[in-house]
């Protein structure tokens, strides 16, 4: 094992130098000051003459700490080497993937990424955009399996009224043939008529895909219903509504771009996205003559007929 030369100031941090230079053999040392070498230096790779030591290069990680490595320089042909940090990197490595398995419980628990950048302000700094890259990638990176005999189901529910009596429709849909599963009108439409509908027209002993919209009380009734062997979707219209609300009516190319981005999650929008990156630039020339900008923009997005059937959408 590594030979770790203590000083008071050092003295507790024994355990944990023990164990990141665990896989070291007794060839090396961590000296008083600090650095991490070889005891004899090793051989010149250009010369083979031998080595002596000469100081060490800090690596430092903000917020996380610094390591001194060892550098060797050759007395014969005067090249330089450093001693391998590779332990460094692992080390940093496995802090940060211990970070993404902690955003991923987080937001299984529905934390938002702002929630949890102000968590992480107490651990190790990180910004809610780089929380948001690092979780996506590590979802991309997921091996999902694919599930056979799945059941997809839409449900929904409307309002009608019976004379002056309010009346509660309740919808079961086929996703894969399109047809109606079941249409009942209740008196109400509480968790209980709900959760007795479902569990009289689906089959809860299979599994089964449901898409609903945002009513909060779905959640917890489909758990109740269908237990381990449901996957709860929400609509991708009201998904995209949902972004689109985040919008100003009003937006810049900019931030049209960004809407667009977001929307590229539930449906291919890469056309418009195309067009947005473009004139983008375009933007900058006009963006201080709000006159001018607002003329500009209306004229630029009405040139797309793609964008301009889904403004016309989401205005109605």
Not at 74 to 100: A, I, M, P, Y
Not at 145 to 154: K, R, S, T
Not at 189 to 212: G, H, M, Q
Request: net charge negative; aromatic share 12%.
């Amino acid at each position: 094992m590594v030979i770790i030369n203590l000083t008071l100031n050092n003295l507790s941090e024994l355990p944990a130098l023990s164990y990141l230079f665990d896989s070291y053999s007794n060839d090396y040392e961590y000296t008083t000051r600090g650095i991490f070498r070889r005891k004899i230096p090793p051989a010149c790779t250009i010369c083979s003459a031998p080595m002596v030591h000469n100081g060490y290069n800090l690596y430092i990680k903000k917020g996380l700490g610094k390591i001194s490595i060892g550098r060797y320089k050759c007395q014969n042909c005067g090249s330089t080497d450093e001693e391998d940090h590779s332990f460094w990197e692992g080390l940093k490595t496995l802090l940060f993937d211990s970070f993404n398995n902690f955003f991923q419980v987080l937001r299984y628990h529905k934390v938002s990424y702002d929630g949890i950048s102000d968590i992480m302000s107490f651990i190790f700094p990180r910004s809610r955009s780089t929380i948001f890259r690092t979780f996506n990638k590590e979802m991309e990176q997921e091996n999902v399996p694919i599930l056979e005999n799945v059941h997809m189901v839409h449900y929904d529910e409307q309002h009608p009224k019976e004379g002056r009596c309010q009346k509660y429709r309740l919808t079961l849909l086929d996703a894969k043939t399109q047809r109606t599963i079941a249409d009942e009108l209740f008196e109400d439409k509480s968790s209980e008529t709900i959760k007795t509908f479902l569990r009289k027209n689906l089959d809860t002993s299979e599994p089964v895909f449901i898409v609903t919209d945002f009513d909060k009380r779905y959640p917890d009734i489909l758990k109740e219903v269908f237990g381990d062997k449901l996957v709860h979707q929400y609509c991708l219209m009201h998904l995209n509504k949902l972004i689109v609300s985040d919008f100003p009516k009003k937006t810049t190319i900019e931030q049209e771009l960004l809407k667009y981005r977001l929307l590229n999650i539930f449906y291919n929008r890469e056309n418009e996205i195309k067009f947005l990156e473009k004139i983008l630039s375009e933007e900058l020339n006009v963006i201080m003559n709000e006159e001018k900008h607002q003329e500009w923009s209306i004229k630029t997005l009405f040139q797309n007929p793609v964008i301009f059937a889904f403004l016309i959408e989401n205005l109605n």
